[in-house]
């Protein structure tokens, strides 16, 4: 009722409880769900706005370039595009494809910091999930991709944390990515 322009989009209720898990007050967890849906980098992905979204998986893919060379070319060779993995991550916070203690520290990270955690943690999932993606053709590497929760742990938080930290983000994609914000603040 507040976004009849939006309404309800798949994945919108995972966020939404996890904010109310730990804030419990509806009001003003309905607040701060708003306040994520409806700003950038999330409102893109519910609006379906595909020159924003796929300006923002292009960063992506350059920086999985950069920081997993060999995966992002076996990914090539495979025909896996960010957008079959990496859409559903970020929609949703990554509160379907990682533990509930992982996740928030992930948000945690992502309120601190910004839009470029999301990307970092994108990366990292991937960096710890690289032995086993490696292994697999499309259709193993597609399945893994899509049951992250069955590979990454909760003992798996220090070592993700630490990829989150390690990657390489060259100066330039600090400058793209904040110009996707303002590309997409005027269009709506």
């Known amino acids: 009722m507040y976004r009849p322009d939006i309404g309800y989009v798949q994945g919108m209720s995972y966020i939404a409880g996890i904010v109310l898990l730990y804030i419990q007050d509806e009001y003003k967890s309905f607040m701060t769900f708003s306040n994520l849906m409806l700003k950038y980098p999330l409102m893109p992905f519910y609006t379906f706005n595909e020159e924003i979204v796929t300006k923002a998986l292009q960063l992506f893919k350059q920086l999985f370039q950069i920081n997993l060379p060999d995966l992002c070319d076996h990914f090539e060779m495979e025909e896996i595009k960010p957008r079959q993995y990496v859409y559903k991550w970020i929609m949703t916070l990554f ?65 993700l944390v630490d990829h989150i930290f390690n990657m390489v983000y060259p100066q330039w994609v600090y400058e793209e990515i904040p110009k996707l914000e303002i590309e997409y603040q005027k269009l709506i």
Request: proline share 3%; net charge negative.
């Open 95 to 159: 509160t379907t494809i990682l533990p509930l203690k992982i996740v928030s520290h992930v948000w945690d990270l992502y309120f601190l910091d910004g839009v470029f955690i999301l990307y970092q943690a994108s990366i990292a999932v991937l960096k710890l999930l690289r032995p086993k993606l490696l292994n697999e053709e499309m259709d193993g590497i597609l399945l893994i991709l899509r049951h992250v929760e069955d590979h990454i742990t909760e003992k798996d938080e220090d070592k």
